[in-house]
C-alpha cells in the first residue's frame, strides 16, 4: 500500500528509484494532492510546492522548475521586516527565534500518517514540531505545530499561528463568509490584491456570527463552482481566531492562520508544551464545489461527532411557544410531529428553574431543576408522552452560562468570568454572565448538568446546546494576575476538556451546537456536536443565501434547516409552505413552529415534504454537493444538487428567487452524473394541478449535464393559490 506521506532516507545513487530523492524531501501527499518539503538538517524547513499531486520526474526536478523554496513556517526576529507564524520572547528577553531542522519522523495516529518536522532554535533548547496528517480518502492534510520550551524560565508566545502557506501571486480571488446575528455565512468573493486582508474573531465564545475561519482561495482568476484550480482551508478552533493574507512585494501572497494573539500572550514555563489548533488544507482544480467535497467528505468522517449517523426529522418548540412551556402544549406538539412523520420533538428554553421560574431571559441559567408548576409530572413525564407519540425527545440547555438572578450565581460569584475591581458587564436579559470554563471547579458544574439529565432520563435523544453570550469582560477570577492573557485560550481549552468527558460518558446523544443561532458553526466545536444551527433566522428566501455559503465548508449532515413559521418571525416575510419545506430539506431537515396554528393544506405540504424527505434523507445527507448556480450572482435563481458516490441517485434543487414579469431566467445544467447513465427523473414535494412535462421520462447523465431540464417559472395551481414564489426539488434515479 503506498505511504500517504513520504520520507526518502538517504540512498546510494545507483539504486535511486525515479521517485526517490535526496534526504531532505518530505512528500506529504493524498492520492491527488502533495504538499512538498525541503526538510534539509540544519537548515530551516522549507516549503516547495502545494497542490496537485506530484511523482517520478515532476516531483524530482521540482526545485529546478522554481518552487515557492519559502520557510514553511516562518519565525520572527532575524529578518523581522516579514510575517512571522511565531513570535515569542525568551526567557532572557531575547525576541529573536531562529529555528533549524533536526529530524523527521512519521506516526501513525488513529489510522492516518502523521508527518512531524523537529526544529530548534540555533542558540535556545527551544523546540518547533510542524506537524502534517494525511486523509487519503478526502484528499485534506491537517497540520499544527507543538512549541516547547526547555529554557530555564518562562517564554512568552506573542503570536502562535497553525499554519502558513505561500501562494504564488497571479489572479486568485479570496472566497470567505461574513455575517452577524440572524445573517450569518453570507459569501464574499474578492480578488486579491497588494496590501493585507485580514479575518479574524474576538466573541471569546462564539466564533461564526461575523465571519468564518474558512476560505478559498481560486487560482485560476474569478471563482467558479466546477472548474479552475482551488485550494480551501479551514481552521478547526472554538475560540478567537486570526487568518491573514499578506500580499507583499514578493511573488507570493502569504496567507497564515491561528488563534487570535491579540490581548492572549501566552506564558509556557519550562518543560511546557503548547499546541496550535489543527489547519486543514485541501486542493482541487475542480472549483469552489470539489474543494466543498473534500472538506464534506473529511468533515463526516473524520471531524463531526457521528458523522455516518442519520440524522432525525425534528420539531424545536421555541418559535412555537418560546417561553410559555406546560405539558398539555408540549404533548400537543409531540402529538402534531408524530402525526406528520417526524422522528423527534425538542423542548428549547423555559423549563427550568425553582426559585427563580425561568419566564423570560433574564433568570434562572445555571439551575437546572424542572419548573415544577409548568411541568408538574416532570421530564419522565414528557419522556412518557413521547413514546405514546412514537417520537423521540430532546431538550434545551445553556451551560456554560449564568444569570445574576439565579442560584447559581447566589452561591458562586466567582465563577462568572469577571475582570478585578470592576462589576461584571451582564448580557442577554440585563444579566446573563458566562461562566469561566477555565476553572476545573466550572468543569465540574458544566460537565455534571448533561451527565444529570442523561443519567437521570437516559430516553433524552438530543441536547440543543446553546451559548448566548460572548466574553464581555476581559477577567479571570480563576486564573492568576499574570496569566490573565490566557483568558480565552484557557476557556476553549477548559471547554474541550468538559466536552472530553461528556462524550466519553455519553456518546451516543445528539447534541447541536446552538450560540445566538449560527455562532459556532466551526469545525473546532464539531467534533463532539452532530450539527450546529445556521441561523435564528429561518426566513426560507434569506436561508437560501445563507446555508449557500455555510455548505463551502460544511455538509449538509450538519446544517439544522427548518420549516418555519408564515409570517416569519424574523422578517415577516410571508412565503408558501412548498417553498419554506423545499429549501429545508437541502439540510438537516425540522420544523419550528406551533403545528396547531398551521391550517390544513400547509400540514399536508409539511407531511408530504417530510415523506419525500426519507426517501432522499441519505442522498443529501451523505451525497456529494454540486452547487450549479448561485443566488449570489443574480441570475433570479439558485439551484444545486446532491449526488451518491455511485452516481446512482441524486436530488436537484431550483429556487426562484426573485420574481418580475417576462423574467428570463437561464436554463440549469447539472453536475456529478454518470453521463453514460440514464436517470428517471420524479417531482418532490409537488403542489401542481399537474405533472412537469418531464416527470417520469428518462434522460441520459449526459443530456442532464449539458443541457438541463427547463424550470417553469410558476406553479400550475389554482388561481387563488397562486403567489410570486416557485421551486423545484426533482429525484434523479438511474435506471438498471
Excluded at 479575518?199 to 485560476?220: C, F, P, Q, W, Y
Excluded at 492568576?480 to 485560550?489: E, K, R, W
Amino acid at each position: 500500500m503506498k505511504p500517504n506521506s513520504l520520507f526518502i532516507p538517504l540512498v546510494a545513487a545507483a539504486i535511486l528509484s525515479p521517485w526517490q530523492l535526496s534526504a531532505e524531501i518530505v512528500n506529504i501527499s493524498t492520492p491527488n494532492t502533495s504538499l512538498v518539503l525541503d526538510a534539509e538538517k540544519g537548515a530551516p524547513l522549507k516549503i516547495l510546492h502545494y497542490g496537485d499531486h506530484l511523482q517520478g520526474t515532476d516531483l524530482e526536478n521540482v526545485k529546478a522548475a522554481g518552487a515557492m523554496n519559502r520557510d514553511a513556517y516562518p519565525v520572527y526576529g532575524i529578518y523581522p521586516q516579514a510575517e512571522a507564524a511565531l513570535s515569542v520572547t525568551h526567557a532572557d528577553g531575547n525576541m529573536t527565534t531562529d529555528v533549524e531542522v533536526i529530524g523527521v519522523s512519521t506516526s501513525n495516529v488513529d489510522g492516518a500518517e502523521v508527518t512531524t518536522i523537529a526544529m530548534r532554535d540555533k542558540v535556545y533548547p527551544f523546540d518547533v514540531n510542524v506537524n502534517y496528517k494525511t486523509y487519503p480518502g478526502e484528499d485534506v492534510i491537517e497540520t499544527w505545530v507543538d512549541v516547547k520550551n526547555n529554557e530555564k524560565g518562562t517564554v512568552t508566545l506573542n503570536r502562535f499561528m497553525s499554519g502558513y502557506l505561500p501562494v504564488r501571486y497571479g489572479d486568485v480571488w479570496l472566497s470567505q463568509l461574513y455575517g452577524t446575528w440572524a445573517n450569518e455565512g453570507r459569501l464574499s468573493q474578492t480578488p486579491l490584491n497588494h496590501g493585507v486582508r485580514m479575518i479574524k474573531n474576538k466573541d471569546g465564545v462564539r466564533n461564526t456570527h461575523t465571519a468564518h475561519a474558512e476560505i478559498m482561495l481560486s487560482l485560476d482568476g474569478k471563482p467558479q463552482e466546477n472548474t479552475g484550480r482551488t485550494i480551501g482551508a479551514a481552521l478547526c478552533y472554538s475560540g478567537n481566531y486570526k487568518l491573514f493574507i499578506d500580499t507583499d512585494d514578493t511573488d507570493y501572497h502569504h496567507f497564515f492562520a491561528g488563534i487570535n494573539e491579540e490581548n492572549s500572550a501566552y506564558h509556557l514555563k519550562k518543560g511546557e508544551t503548547f499546541t496550535t489548533p489543527e489547519l486543514a488544507l485541501t486542493y482541487s482544480p475542480d472549483g469552489l464545489s470539489g474543494v466543498s467535497r473534500n472538506f464534506h467528505r473529511w468533515g463526516r468522517n473524520h471531524r463531526l461527532h457521528n458523522g455516518d449517523k442519520e440524522r432525525k426529522i425534528l420539531l424545536n418548540s421555541w418559535e412555537g411557544v418560546y417561553f410559555d412551556i406546560n405539558e398539555d402544549v408540549m404533548a400537543g406538539m409531540m402529538e402534531d410531529i408524530a402525526s406528520m412523520g417526524g422522528e423527534l420533538f425538542v423542548m428549547d428554553d423555559g423549563w427550568f428553574g425553582n426559585k427563580y421560574p425561568r419566564d423570560v431571559d433574564n433568570s434562572s441559567l445555571g439551575d437546572w431543576v424542572v419548573d415544577k408548576n409548568k411541568l408538574p409530572h416532570g421530564i419522565n413525564g414528557l419522556l412518557a408522552t413521547a413514546k405514546k407519540n412514537g417520537v423521540k425527545f430532546g431538550i434545551w440547555i445553556e451551560p456554560e452560562m449564568t444569570n445574576s438572578v439565579s442560584e447559581l450565581y447566589e452561591k458562586h460569584p466567582e465563577y462568572v468570568i469577571k475582570a478585578a475591581n470592576r462589576k461584571p458587564t451582564e448580557g442577554r436579559g440585563g444579566t446573563q454572565l458566562v461562566l469561566d470554563m477555565a476553572n476545573p471547579k466550572v468543569q465540574d458544574i458544566v460537565f455534571t448538568i448533561v451527565d444529570t439529565l442523561m443519567t437521570k432520563y437516559p430516553e433524552i435523544d438530543y441536547i440543543k446546546w446553546d451559548a448566548n453570550a460572548p466574553i464581555m469582560d476581559h477577567g479571570s477570577q480563576y486564573l492568576t494576575a499574570d496569566n490573565q492573557s490566557h483568558l480565552y485560550i484557557d476557556f476553549h481549552k477548559g471547554l474541550a476538556k468538559t466536552l472530553d468527558r461528556i462524550r466519553a460518558a455519553h456518546p451516543d446523544v445528539t447534541i447541536q451546537a446552538c450560540a445566538s443561532g449560527g455562532g459556532r458553526a466551526n469545525w473546532g466545536i464539531l467534533p463532539w456536536f452532530d450539527e450546529f444551527w445556521v441561523s435564528d433566522n429561518n426566513d426560507a428566501l434569506q436561508r437560501i443565501y445563507m446555508q449557500w455559503g455555510t455548505s463551502y465548508f460544511f455538509p449538509a449532515i450538519a446544517m439544522a434547516s427548518h420549516i418555519s413559521a408564515s409570517p416569519n418571525h424574523q422578517t415577516f416575510r410571508r412565503i408558501p409552505a412548498k417553498f419554506r419545506a423545499d429549501v429545508a430539506m437541502s439540510g438537516r431537515l425540522g420544523l419550528e413552529m406551533q403545528p396547531r396554528d398551521m391550517n390544513d393544506e400547509d400540514k399536508a405540504v409539511c407531511r408530504q415534504a417530510i415523506a419525500d424527505y426519507k426517501t432522499i434523507r441519505p442522498i443529501v445527507q451523505f451525497g456529494d454537493l454540486y452547487r450549479l448556480v448561485s443566488p449570489y450572482d443574480g441570475k433570479g435563481i439558485a439551484s444545486l444538487m446532491y449526488v451518491t458516490p455511485q452516481k446512482d441517485d441524486a436530488v436537484f434543487y431550483w429556487w426562484k428567487t426573485e420574481t418580475f414579469m417576462n423574467q428570463q431566467l437561464p436554463r440549469v445544467v447539472m453536475a456529478g452524473l454518470d453521463p453514460a447513465r440514464e436517470y428517471k427523473v420524479t417531482e418532490l414535494n409537488r403542489i401542481d394541478n399537474e405533472p412537469l412535462s418531464f416527470e417520469g421520462h428518462t434522460f441520459t447523465g449526459k443530456y442532464l449535464m449539458s443541457h438541463g431540464l427547463e424550470m417553469p417559472l410558476t406553479h400550475k395551481v389554482d388561481y387563488h393559490k397562486n403567489t410570486d414564489y416557485s421551486s423545484r426539488v426533482l429525484r434523479l434515479t438511474a435506471v438498471k
